[in-house]
């Protein structure tokens, strides 16, 4: 064998090689071992995973195979204490590799290559599988990533630079601190990411002055106190998710969405969703939601305001049960609200991003059994899934930080917020995952009923104002 110069490679170069292919193949081997007995909706049994086309995978051979013999040229010419040119880089906002602890020593810069080259070869076969079923190839290119990212040389002890750099400096310290935080997270049952103490709701979380008004047995609405000597006549109702605390609205006073709205002279209310127990709240349904969140909840605001029209806003999940109430409201001929703000929320899911490749018929059959009829998903769990949707910064960064190198995680009110999440009703949740997630059923007129109404999103004729952001992983 031969490098693009035409230089012999040497034997443990061509094991090297090898062993990278063999490495791609085993992993998918194993996925279609896995999944041997099932066959999802497309019709694709994952027992014969379809490989690329042979142009396609010869290019891709050819391509791995010059780049790693380079890569090994680059390093057998490398005098001491010299950097070498890299043959292969990490994507744009990929940190793993910066120390130069990662650059300057030829053996873990090597390494650091051969990884990302192997980790390109495996996306690329993974890329160019000839599946027609753009879900069933979403969730190949989500299962290679997880597992490229688990195999990160930054992520083990022996072949992370900085871990042994910072033992030896620390003269051990280091590690038992890491052992320290390992155990913490384990009684904890998750991974912090986050200065957990640094952080109190009325401490310095959820601040802005304001108080309950109402309560039912889903949700506390919030009426938040004026801060300016006069105030607009219409007010605001914000429906937050439900997956997590009402908080994400009023963090910290200089990025509370709340505070600033209520400093602009409005009304503010907001809904405050309740944890279900699995005892007490594993019962509730879609409806439910609709009828004991938004829908009562304008009838407070009107109550209190005497103003039949409120703005609402609504953000993520909170929104598109937001937006189911006003079609509700709409088919009984109500006109409820004057506005209509959403903020990274799904209504169409034809395009859900790598969560709705997540969500098969098999999965959702399988959540209806065992909570369809009662139960909860413990929030952690549902956590769990989002974290791993950005598994090198929401899992892999904490695991290399907190428990290889022994650091105490940063204070960020985001990620706090972040960790702190409930649990969902088994009707709820697997409602929602079937006739939004599934098949998008939400944006066909008449075609669902909710509170014993068909819902049609176009009778809302109301002004919108959408909002998405352009790295959301959850609501692309």
């Known amino acids: 064998m031969s490098d693009s110069a035409g230089k012999q490679v040497p034997p443990g170069m061509q094991a090297l090689f090898a062993s990278g292919q063999a490495m791609a193949q085993g992993f998918f081997d194993a996925l279609a071992r896995q999944h041997a007995a099932m066959q999802d909706s497309s019709g694709l049994a994952a027992s014969s995973l379809p490989m690329p086309e042979s142009e396609a995978m010869a290019a891709i051979q050819k391509e791995y195979a010059e780049k790693h013999a380079a890569l090994w040229s680059s390093m057998l010419g490398r005098k001491p204490g010299e950097t070498g040119?890299?043959?292969?880089?990490?994507?744009?906002?990929?940190?793993?590799?910066?120390?130069?602890?990662?650059?300057?020593?030829?053996?873990?810069?090597?390494?650091?290559?051969?990884?990302?080259?192997?980790?390109?070869?495996?996306?690329?076969?993974?890329?160019?599988?000839?599946?027609?079923?753009?879900?069933?190839?979403?969730?190949?290119?989500?299962?290679?990533?997880?597992?490229?990212?688990?195999?990160?040389?930054?992520?083990?002890?022996?072949?992370?630079?900085?871990?042994?750099?910072?033992?030896?400096?620390?003269?051990?310290?280091?590690?038992?601190?890491?052992?320290?935080?390992?155990?913490?997270?384990?009684?904890?049952?998750?991974?912090?990411?986050?200065?957990?103490?640094?952080?109190?709701?009325?401490?310095?979380?959820?601040?802005?002055?304001?108080?309950?008004?109402?309560?039912?047995?889903?949700?506390?609405?919030?009426?938040?106190?004026?801060?300016?000597?006069?105030?607009?006549?219409?007010?605001l109702l914000i429906v937050p998710p439900c997956i997590n605390k009402f908080y994400i609205m009023d963090l910290q006073p200089e990025n509370s969405l709340v505070r600033f709205i209520v400093e602009q002279g409005f009304t503010v209310f907001l809904v405050s969703w309740k944890n279900p127990r699995p005892d007490t709240g594993g019962h509730y349904t879609w409806d439910d939601y609709l009828d004991k969140g938004p829908l009562t909840a304008l009838e407070v605001v009107r109550a209190i305001t005497r103003v039949k029209k409120p703005n609402v806003l609504g953000f993520c999940v909170g929104g598109?049960?937001?937006?189911?109430?006003?079609?509700?409201?709409?088919?009984?001929?109500?006109?409820?609200?004057?506005?209509?703000?959403?903020?990274?929320?799904?209504?169409?899911?034809?395009?859900?991003?790598?969560?709705?490749?997540?969500?098969?018929?098999?999965?959702?059959?399988?959540?209806?059994?065992?909570?369809?009829?009662?139960?909860?998903?413990?929030?952690?769990?549902?956590?769990?899934?989002?974290?791993?949707?950005?598994?090198?910064?929401?899992?892999?960064?904490?695991?290399?930080?907190?428990?290889?190198?022994?650091?105490?995680?940063?204070a960020f009110d985001l990620l706090y917020w972040n960790s702190d999440s409930t649990n969902l009703p088994g009707p709820f949740l697997t409602w929602y995952l079937r006739n939004m997630y599934l098949e998008n059923n939400l944006r066909v007129p008449g075609k669902l009923k909710m509170l014993g109404q068909k819902v049609d999103l176009g009778k809302i004729d109301v002004p919108a104002y959408l909002m998405a952001a352009r790295e959301d992983h959850i609501v692309p």
């Open 85 to 235: 040119e890299a043959v292969v880089k990490p994507e744009a906002g990929d940190k793993r590799f910066s120390a130069p602890e990662w650059s300057e020593s030829p053996v873990f810069d090597y390494m650091r290559q051969a990884y990302l080259l192997n980790a390109d070869l495996m996306r690329k076969m993974a890329d160019a599988m000839p599946i027609a079923d753009g879900r069933a190839k979403s969730r190949i290119q989500f299962l290679t990533r997880q597992y490229i990212d688990a195999l990160s040389p930054s992520n083990f002890a022996a072949t992370n630079p900085e871990f042994i750099k910072t033992a030896i400096e620390t003269k051990g310290e280091s590690i038992a601190r890491g052992v320290q935080n390992l155990l913490a997270d384990l009684e904890k049952g998750r991974i912090s990411m986050t200065d957990d103490s640094a952080f109190e709701i009325g401490r310095n979380l959820a601040l802005t002055p304001g108080s309950v008004v109402f309560e039912n047995e889903l949700m506390q609405l919030i009426q938040y106190a004026p801060l300016t000597e006069k105030v607009a006549q219409v007010p």
């Open 320 to 410: 598109t049960i937001l937006t189911s109430a006003l079609a509700v409201a709409r088919a009984r001929g109500e006109e409820p609200v004057s506005s209509l703000t959403l903020m990274t929320t799904l209504l169409d899911f034809s395009d859900a991003g790598e969560l709705g490749c997540l969500v098969d018929e098999a999965s959702v059959t399988a959540r209806e059994a065992a909570i369809g009829k009662g139960g909860v998903l413990k929030g952690q769990e549902l956590a769990n899934v989002f974290s791993f949707l950005r598994a090198n910064d929401l899992v892999w960064q904490y695991v290399v930080g907190n428990y290889l190198k022994g650091n105490k995680p940063v």
